[in-house]
């Protein structure tokens, strides 16, 4: 079975501080698919990023980075120089690519308070 | 392109009443899910649909019921609502393989009295 774990429940940092929010996974495949969302205040869910379990590069995109450790199962995401608008929920996510396990597995997130 | 749209947005219910929440997409989404999103607990799948005409159990499905008879709307109903299914439901759709990011609905917050 698969499973998310978000084991920071609430960061508070300054603004303009980085921040690692961390997520360990577990499954039994060898292909699977990792995602980030975040849920600003206004409670939408909105798409990050996505990773796949053959691709272990780091990713960056503008102050967001990504790293991928199969060896750790884990996919931590950095916030660099982290501002107030980066203040929301942040839902780490695992998909395993068997036929008939459609499911995506969310962790029970981590609420970011960027503290102006 | 209006993606996913949920309705209604807000609902109040007494305990034993019934109601049906809409998803619709309008992106020629295969896959359709719902989930509910409780405090400290994250996302949980109630519901799933890999095409029309097809459902399937998720991780918390009791209580619920859905149906897809289009490819384009996911139903969710509650026959007879409880307490315990005050949450913030949302919908969300995706393409055809898992490699795929889902798109979600604005979500519901239902409270059920």
């Known amino acids: 079975a698969q499973k998310v774990t978000q084991a920071q429940t609430e960061i508070s940092v300054v603004e303009k501080e980085d921040v690692t929010l961390d997520c360990v996974y577990e499954t039994r495949d060898t292909t699977y698919y990792l995602f980030w969302y975040k849920q600003p205040p206004s409670g939408e869910l909105v798409f990050l990023i996505r990773r796949n379990s053959f691709d272990e590069q780091n990713e960056i995109s503008g102050r967001y980075s990504w790293n991928f450790q199969k060896s750790t199962s884990s996919f931590n995401f950095t916030i660099t120089a982290s501002q107030v608008v980066d203040s929301a929920v942040y839902f780490c996510?695992?998909?395993?690519?068997?036929?008939?396990?459609?499911?995506?597995?969310f962790g029970t997130g981590t609420r970011l308070t960027i503290i102006p | 392109n209006a993606g996913v749209t949920q309705t209604p947005k807000f609902r109040v219910l007494k305990t034993g009443q019934s109601m049906t929440l809409l998803c619709a997409q309008d992106?020629?989404?295969?896959?359709m899910y719902w989930y509910r999103q409780d405090p400290g607990m994250g996302l949980r799948l109630i519901h799933y649909s890999v095409g029309e005409g097809t459902t399937a159990k998720g991780e918390v499905p009791d209580g619920y019921n859905v149906s897809r008879l289009k490819k384009q709307n996911f139903l969710l109903g509650l026959e007879s609502a409880a307490p315990s299914q005050t949450s913030v439901y949302f919908c969300?759709?995706?393409?055809?393989?898992?490699?795929?990011?889902?798109?979600f609905g604005p979500g519901t917050r239902l409270t059920v009295t």
């Open positions: 996510a695992l998909s395993e690519a068997s036929f008939g396990n459609e499911k995506l597995t």
């Open positions: 992106m020629n989404h295969e896959y």
């Open positions: 969300a759709s995706r393409t055809g393989t898992v490699l795929y990011e889902q798109y």
